[in-house]
Antibody, heavy 126, light 110 residues
Framework: QVLLQESGPGLVKPSQTLSLKCSIS??????????WTWIRQPAGGALEWVGR???????TYNPSLKSRVTILVDTSNNQFSLELTSVTAADTAVYYC??????????????????WGQGTQVTVSS | QSVVTQPPSVSAAPGQQVSISCSGS????????VSWYQHFPGAAPKLLIY???KRPSGTSDRFSGSKSGTSATLAITGLQIGDEADYYC???????????FGDGTKVTVL
């Protein structure tokens, strides 16, 4: 059973960089047709897809965050990470890491997230 | 405002049925497959339905999904107190080149 666990500072100052890691256990980051993903949820708000990385290193980011986001993979430690620069209060949220299974057929893109980490609260405040 | 819309809330008595709608466009739901997630506050979201209607092992058959055109629906039959949670739909958007979630719907058991 694959388990994901987020870690990182719970408090970040405005204009600084938010850095989180997601550790994977019970499976390899290199296995299968999976994309390793970050998703966030502000208090009282909806889930927002932040971006993804394939084990080979290719990334795709939410266009609304693209200029500030970097997702990296660390295959030696079976982890992947998120960096979000120039944070503001609007970046305060629970951040989840998740595994995405993505396949393509003539009928469209098959895309779902399973499993998810428990989430980690990140607050942007001075 | 999200590109995929859901009603903010639905409610019904125990044992009854609720349906949650998920409305998108031709670049997301109309083109790609839909998944649904159940989210209890403070817990990790859980995959409930994938590929429009498929249930992963562990999902009760009281939950069913369907899709028609640019909309999808999650139905919950035999509603239970334990079903009180937030439910999100989502799909890949081929124009945005991003995954899009719906606004989320809170299910309340009266």
């Amino acid at each position: 059973q694959v388990l994901l666990q987020e870690s990182g500072p719970g408090l970040v100052k405005p204009s600084q960089t938010l850095s989180l890691k997601c550790s994977i256990s019970g499976g390899s980051i290199n296995s299968g047709t999976f994309y390793w993903t970050w998703i966030r949820q502000p208090a009282g708000g909806a889930l927002e897809w932040v971006g993804r990385i394939y084990s080979g290193g290719s990334t795709t980011y939410n266009p609304s965050l693209k200029s500030r986001v970097t997702i990296l993979v660390d295959t030696s430690n079976n982890q992947f990470s998120l960096e979000l620069t120039s944070v503001t209060a609007a970046d305060t949220a629970v951040y989840y890491c998740a595994r995405a299974e993505v396949t393509y057929s003539g009928d469209g893109v098959h895309y779902h997230f399973d499993p998810w980490g428990q989430g980690t609260q990140v607050t942007v405040s001075s | 405002q999200s590109v995929v819309t859901q009603p903010p809330s639905v409610s019904a008595a125990p044992g009854q049925q609720v349906s949650i709608s998920c409305s998108g466009s031709g670049s997301n739901i109309g083109k790609n497959f839909v998944s649904w997630y159940q989210h209890f506050p403070g817990a990790a979201p859980k995959l409930l339905i994938y590929d429009n209607h498929k249930r992963p092992s562990g999902t009760s058959d009281r939950f069913s999904g369907s899709k028609s055109g640019t909309s999808a629906t999650l139905a919950i039959t035999g509603l239970q107190i334990g079903d009180e949670a937030d439910y999100y739909c989502g799909s890949w958007d081929s124009s945005l080149i991003a995954y899009v979630f719906g606004d989320g719907t809170k299910v309340t058991v009266l």
